[in-house]
């Protein structure tokens, strides 16, 4: 139990660290001082591919819904809440260690994510992909966190039904 807990901290100080970091490195390269650093301020990482951008996100993930920032964000920590009640759930249960991995990823990531939204009033994004056209959305180590962790959730499920198909074939 204890495990999934502990990846919940380390993916939200994962998180803070490197947009602090980010913002840092973004305004040195740019030659500003960090705390004036701005929407849009850039520095390419590896040219045609990777950039460091700063952006403050009002919405989620991917800018959506900037404009209800409230609905979203109790809608969040409803969400958090309840994921964190069936990870302490489904550890009790004593099994599904995929599916509690995939949990702690969303968890830490959301956590992360509302940290910003709660002192900042905004989400602080950085990595830009640039090498797609059409990719146009900047994101964070929390937001990566939460994809991946959703990923996982599909695959823990389909990982699930597969099993449960195979123990019904078995007893026919």
């Known amino acids: ?17 490197s947009k602090n970091w980010a913002m840092d490195f ?13 929407g849009g301020d850039s520095v390419s990482i590896i040219k045609g591919f990777l950039n460091f951008t700063y952006v403050e996100n009002d919405g989620m993930s991917f800018g959506l819904l900037g404009d209800h920032r ?7 920590t409803i969400g958090i809440l ?17 599916l509690s991995f995939a ?23 950085f990595i830009d992909v640039c090498c797609f056209d ?4 900047t994101f964070n180590v929390a937001d990566s966190a ?3 962790g959703a990923g996982f959730i599909v695959l823990a499920v389909i990982i699930e039904a597969v099993n449960e198909y195979k123990q019904k074939r078995a007893a026919k």
């Open 82 to 98: 309840a994921m964190t009640c069936y990870l302490v759930y489904l550890n009790l249960k004593g099994n599904d260690k995929l």
């Open 1 to 17: 139990m204890t495990v999934y807990f502990f990846i919940i901290i380390l993916i939200c100080v994962l998180d803070q660290l």
């Open 146 to 148: 939460i994809c991946i």
């Open 70 to 76: 409230w609905v979203f964000m109790s809608l969040s």
């Open 103 to 125: 949990l702690a990823l969303v968890i830490g990531g959301g956590i992360g994510n509302m940290f910003d939204r709660v002192v900042l009033g905004y989400v602080v994004d």
């Open 26 to 38: 973004i305004a040195a390269a740019n030659g500003i001082a960090s705390d004036a650093i701005s």
């Open 134 to 137: 059409f990719w146009v959305w």
